[in-house]
Structure formats: C-alpha cells, structure tokens
C-alpha cells in the first residue's frame, strides 16, 4: 500500500511533473523507457501493534532512483523528489502519513546503459486509514 502513497505524492508534484512527466514507475521501469524516469520501492516494512491502535503502524524503508543521461538532471530531479516526501505527513491512497525522513541519499552510474542515478531512501511511519 505504501507504493500508492509514494505515487500519489511524486505524481502530484507539479514541480516533479514538469521535470520527469508520468515516468514515476513502481519496482522497475519498462525497458521501452527513456531516462529521465523514477522508480520507487518498498526495501522493508515492520510493524508495530498496540492494544488501543488495531491498525498497525508500520515503518516502510522506501527507495527512489532517479534515472538520467545528464548528472546535474538527475541531481536536480532528485531534489525535486527530496522536496516533494522529506517531512511529507496527511493521508494518501488510505494511508495516514505520520513521519517522513531522509535516510540516506547516494549516487551511481551504469557504465552499461550510460546512465546517472540517484538514489534516495526514506523512512515512512504511517498506518491505513
């Protein structure tokens, strides 16, 4: 479910939008697509159930590559996606966002495909509505 939430986000990102169009993938991006794209994953999830809370809140490890032929592109995208979920709270896709923090962020280049990467993860604390 956290995946909606992250699509939701990205998605209506205006900002984000006009950089990057509806290239915002879940898991993995079709082979047909032309960098500049994003790509969003849940690495874990764990959670924890109270006895006044039946909804558990669940912390999400979430990961975001941005994809480009250009290094300063996927660095400036990448700060678009930084803006858009650090410290994002409300509800999205039926799940009530309480915390949402940078983790780590970390670069890379694909020697194979000739493509920049940035990469972002974050910690999600939330529960479904």
Same mark, same amino acid.
């Given at each position: #479910?956290?995946? +909606?939430?992250?699509?939701?986000?990205?998605?209506?990102?205006?900002?984000?939008? /006009?950089?990057? &169009?509806?290239?915002? =993938?879940?898991?993995? /991006?079709?082979?047909? /697509?032309?960098?500049?794209?994003?790509?969003?994953?849940?690495?874990?999830?764990?959670?924890?159930?109270? +006895?006044?809370?039946?909804?558990?809140? $669940? $912390?999400?490890?979430?990961?975001? %590559?941005?994809?480009?032929?250009?290094?300063?592109?996927? /660095?400036?995208?990448?700060? !678009?996606? +930084? +803006?858009? !979920?650090?410290? @994002? $709270? &409300?509800?999205?896709?039926?799940?009530?966002? =309480?915390?949402?923090?940078?983790?780590?962020? #970390? %670069? &890379?280049?694909? %020697?194979?495909?000739?493509?920049?990467? @940035?990469?972002?993860? =974050?910690?999600? $604390? &939330?529960? !479904?509505?």
């Amino acid at each position: #479910m956290i995946g +909606k939430a992250i699509y939701e986000i990205l998605s209506t990102d205006t900002d984000l939008v /006009a950089q990057v &169009g509806n290239n915002i =993938f879940p898991v993995v /991006a079709p082979q047909t /697509a032309e960098p500049l794209f994003l790509v969003y994953n849940q690495i874990t999830s764990s959670g924890l159930r109270t +006895k006044d809370n039946p909804f558990p809140l $669940t $912390t999400y490890l979430v990961q975001i %590559d941005t994809y480009s032929e250009s290094a300063i592109n996927a /660095a400036e995208v990448n700060d !678009l996606v +930084k +803006k858009a !979920l650090d410290r @994002k $709270t &409300g509800e999205f896709a039926s799940i009530c966002i =309480f915390s949402t923090t940078i983790v780590s962020e #970390m %670069d &890379g280049y694909s %020697d194979d495909d000739e493509v920049f990467r @940035k990469t972002l993860r =974050f910690e999600i $604390t &939330g529960n !479904l509505i």
